[in-house]
């Protein structure tokens, strides 16, 4: 799952290269944390959050049919 979050980040911003996902367990979720450069935070969030919920549907339909549970988290 890191990996599409990442690939779709690195679609999105203006500097790929500061793209940084990590994944953590967190009693049977894993928690998916995106990090990006502060001026391409609007780019990945979107008008009114619309890109972010749109990242977090297209992982949650992934995870549960692989059969897991993650969250996606956009963090500074």
Known sequence: MTELVEAIARALV???????????????????????????MGKVIGKQGRIAKALRTVIKAA??????KTVVEIVQ
């Not at 049977?28 to 944390?33: F, L, N």
């Not at 995870?63 to 897991?68: D, L, S």
């Open 63 to 68: 995870a549960t049919k692989a059969g897991k």
């Open 14 to 40: 203006d500097n790929p290269a500061a793209v940084s996902v990590t994944s953590e367990e967190d009693g049977g979720t894993t928690v998916i944390q995106l990090r990006v450069a502060a001026e391409d």
